[in-house]
């Protein structure tokens, strides 16, 4: 995605025009469905250390803050940012003096499950603005990452604050939580990290006559499962099954008698029950009718072939809205339509994925890509054995979903997926051209 910033002083100046070309490719990545936040702000007591040079006592005065993150349902192993929101500072400029930009740079921490041993460690930026002689701190943002560990709820709380100036003389105002933890503004739910389903099977034979056999092995079952090789017409069991036990490996190894004409494939999977997710094929195996054709007669026959999982696009540039410099907000576009096509015939579903990279712009510049959000929308063609589902609203970041197909019985079709795009352009984002990535990864 390239976005493009340029300075027109017509009227006013610094009007600033946001043009944006998305790049889309496709390529390998892991999937992260990220929904849109409800972050709660919250007020809570705190206790306020002015640096000791300042000969202000300590006191106690209320907070006011927001926790917010990229992503509301992470799954285990995933990696969070989180955003910690002062948005009224309970501590005043201690001196004064008046204490230039550039000069100080808040950090603190944000507690999960309101246990005080497990915090998320955040950072600010360096002041923009002078903070005026004994004036209240301006409200400003910290931010850090965690790694989620176990599935279920987390709770963010607001935690403890060190406002550092280093005018003159390097100086400390320490503040924090009063009767911890401070109540919660955000809760997340992660769920348990997605297992691959790493299970495959090969056939001795793609034909065979009649009656006859064919060899079926495989791997990646789970070692000891008991599992089921049978015979299919796309996806209904004709009634040809065995059963075979997966070795310390995971591997297996059966014999699978043949006889229905009407078996186009053959499959294996875990247990007496078919599920997708525990299941390998089907991989196509043909019934050669060997029947004697009577007298004047002549057999006719054809067959379907399976087809591939593949994807399309219709263009690789998105223009988006102009927004103003000094006011910032939402420049908006839409993604160019994706057609995904499923001619697989089996009953394996698909994922349609996004991740996009930072907005790098003139001089080190940067719109992160934190800011780029998206609305999915997926329509399915009249026909098709599947229907999409468009994934949830919110940030792209890392990993979001644009739209997907469950496995199911039966599968496949065409699909076309679009998103509305907006990035929340901060209001003094540096004139020139911005550029990053977004990538659509279809699995």
Known sequence: MIVSIRSVAKRRRGLIALLGAAALAVGGGTVFAVPACAATAVTFSTHVVPPSISGVPAFDADATAQITVDNATPKVGDTVTVTYDVITPPANNPTTLDIPAGTVLPSGKVVLNGDPTKTVAVTGTLNTEPVLGKAAFPPFKMTGTFTVTDPGPITLSPGDINIHTSYILPLDTVITVNNPPAPVSETITATPATTPNNRAITLGSASGAAGASVTVTGSGFTPGATVTVAGVQGTTATGEATTVTASGSGGISATLAVSDLHTTGIIAFEGATYDAATAAGPVAYTVIDNTP????????????????????????TVTMSSVNYGEGGASTGNLRTVTVKDFRGGATGWSLTGSVTDFKGPSGAVIGAGKLSWTPVCATTTGSPSTCTAG??????????????????????QFTADAGLSLDVPAFSATGSYSGVLTLTLT
């Open 293 to 316: 054709t009577p007298p004047g007669s002549q057999k006719l026959t054809t067959s379907v072939k399976a087809g591939t999982l593949s994807m399309t696009q219709a263009g690789d």
């Open 392 to 413: 949830s609203p919110g940030t792209v970041g890392s990993g979001a979903t644009l739209a997907s197909a469950p496995n199911g019985t039966v599968t496949g079709g």
